[in-house]
């Protein structure tokens, strides 16, 4: 069984429900049998990578709110990620592009390597405080994923995979996936959103049968 999932590495409850996603897998009885395959997905393509801006200002500018709310907003997050066995340190994350990331996956993705790469992105942007649209960091990451680092290098240094990336968002635009996490299991049903470990696993039991 295939489980496409559209994600941003940007965005918190895409880790929050890959933690949990992955929760319900190691309950599902045919979890050997279970390809995972990750798609871009972009929250904001227009984003510019600031590292030297505060995420909860950044927040704020962006929802048109106070800093006291996005701080708020924040700890609520870091909340329910820490229900996931997740600890969120948001308050130190680097306001960036994940344009390039989601390039990375791709790359990795090539190599077998795609949930290693997506684990390892998410941990460091949301756990520590990375720039993930920075060349010297997203290389470091790729060669702990397994990649060589030349050829990480070069496809930093040129436009590789862009069109991978690309044609992921379209396919998304198509079917309508305006929000992420967005999961299908086995092209016969969807689940969007965090949704509880029950909930994956239910939607993994309910493909599996069809």
Not at 14 to 34: N, Q, S, T
Not at 65 to 92: C, P, Y
Not at 94 to 116: E, P, T, Y
Not at 169 to 196: C, H, R, T, W, Y
Request: aromatic content about 10%; charged content about 25%.
């Amino acid at each position: 069984m295939k489980v496409d999932i559209w994600s941003d590495v940007r965005c918190p409850f895409c880790y929050i429900g890959k933690r949990k996603f992955e929760l319900a897998l190691e309950k599902f009885p045919h979890k050997d049998k279970v390809e995972v395959e990750w798609h871009s997905f972009e929250l904001d393509q227009q984003a510019k990578t600031k590292p030297d801006m505060d995420p909860a200002e950044y927040l704020a500018q962006k929802k048109g709110q106070t800093r006291k709310w996005a701080v708020q907003m924040n700890a609520h997050v870091s909340k329910v990620a820490a229900d996931a066995g997740l600890h969120f340190n948001i308050e130190n994350a680097v306001v960036a592009n994940s344009f390039n990331s989601h390039r990375l996956i791709q790359l990795a993705k090539s190599m077998d390597l795609g949930n290693k790469m997506k684990e390892r992105l998410f941990i460091a942007y949301f756990i520590d405080g990375k720039n993930i649209d920075d060349k010297a960091v997203l290389t470091d990451i790729g060669v702990a994923a397994g990649l060589e680092k030349v050829a990480v290098e070069n496809m930093l240094d040129s436009f590789d995979f862009s069109n991978e990336v690309r044609s992921d968002e379209q396919i998304a635009q198509q079917m309508g996936i305006n929000g992420v996490p967005f999961f299908i299991f086995d092209q016969k049903l969807a689940v969007s959103g965090a949704q509880p470990p029950e909930t994956f696993l239910g939607a993994m039991q309910e493909a599996w049968s069809k």
